[in-house]
């Protein structure tokens, strides 16, 4: 079978390869998927790149663990392993596992759920990291409700396209803070009010907010408290902060701050949940949530489709089509 291959550390373009590789065997509890689609995420570049450097012992000192990246992925039961219970072969599916980017993965049955039939693989590809991180930053950690005022930083973002129609799902009134090519986007997903991160200032104007959801980090935590009611919640999910901690001082500074203040500061570090994945495929049937795929690249570019991703381009998801079939149907949609 095909599959993008990552043998070191390094650029996109340098390091990723797709090649003929032994297709898997579903054993125990795992389900053979015939991989449609997978999604590109934040973890596939700076896992790709060997970022953070302390996550090295995780991931691999020297070369990458896990060589075949890819852990969101949309497509169809090809065969099981004996203890799977639920799942047949022809089922279309959608979750997570290691080595999506391949035309055939072998995953535990209770990381797949059954694809909306509303989607696309393209789009279902799309949904579960991006999705849970959204779902529990606004219902875990900020405890969104219905009537409050929630702000999400990044709302035309991977997450923030996510988290924009959730809040709005949990009866929030939404602003969204994005690039001033972003805003028409989340008007469309729901968003009640739109600033422009280049030219607004976030505590400026009378609104205080009961909920702040960071998918960026490129602000300073005091801006954001000056933003919040004396009661409220900010989360942080995205962060900068180079090649060896990625955003872990900012993180620790919030923690220690948090001890001291009213407000309630909270860092998220999303855990994948396939009860959540049900949860949003509900919001998907119920018509409250639709994907937003920016960009669709062939399993030979996923090099590209890695490249474009890193480079902060595009609005919502970047994808890949890994067979054929699905990236004709990709172009005859285009």
Do not use: C
Not at 50 to 74: K, N, S
Not at 120 to 135: D, K, Y
């Amino acid at each position: 079978m095909r599959a993008v291959v990552h043998e070191r550390y390094g650029a996109a373009q340098e390091v990723l390869r797709v090649r003929d590789v032994p297709r898997p065997t579903p054993t125990g509890d795992q389900v053979l998927v015939r991989v449609e689609a997978a999604a590109v995420a934040g973890d596939d570049w700076h896992l790709m790149a060997g970022w953070p450097y302390v996550a090295r012992p995780a991931i691999g000192l020297l070369r990458p663990r896990h060589q075949t990246p890819g852990r969101e992925i949309a497509g169809v039961v090809e065969a099981t392993g004996p203890e799977v219970r639920d799942l047949v072969p022809g089922d279309e599916v959608f979750g997570w596992g290691e080595g999506g980017l391949a035309e055939f993965a072998a995953v535990p049955e209770q990381q797949l759920v059954l694809k909306p039939p509303t989607l696309s693989s393209v789009e279902a590809a799309v949904v579960p990291v991006s999705g849970f991180t959204a779902l529990q930053a606004l219902r875990d950690a900020g405890g969104v409700r219905s009537g409050q005022h929630a702000l999400i930083v990044g709302g035309s973002g991977g997450v923030g396209t996510f988290a924009v129609q959730i809040a709005k799902a949990f009866g929030a009134e939404v602003t969204s803070m994005q690039g001033p090519g972003g805003g028409g986007l989340v008007r469309e997903l729901g968003a009640d009010h739109v600033l422009d991160h280049t030219r607004d200032d976030l505590a400026a104007g009378p609104t205080r907010f009961d909920v702040v959801v960071d998918l960026v980090g490129a602000r300073a935590l005091a801006e954001y408290r000056r933003a919040l009611r004396p009661d409220g919640t900010l989360v942080l999910v995205g962060g900068s902060g180079g090649r060896w901690f990625k955003g872990t001082g900012r993180f620790l500074q919030a923690a220690a701050l948090n001890a001291l203040v009213r407000q309630r500061l909270r860092v998220l570090v999303h855990r994948d949940d396939a009860e959540d994945l049900r949860t949003l495929a509900g919001f998907v049937q119920e018509g409250r949530l639709r994907p937003v795929v920016s960009a669709v690249y062939p399993l030979e570019d996923v090099a590209a489709a890695v490249t474009h991703f890193a480079g902060g381009h595009g609005r919502g998801k970047v994808a890949v089509a890994v067979t054929d079939t699905t990236w004709r149907e990709v172009q005859r949609h285009a």
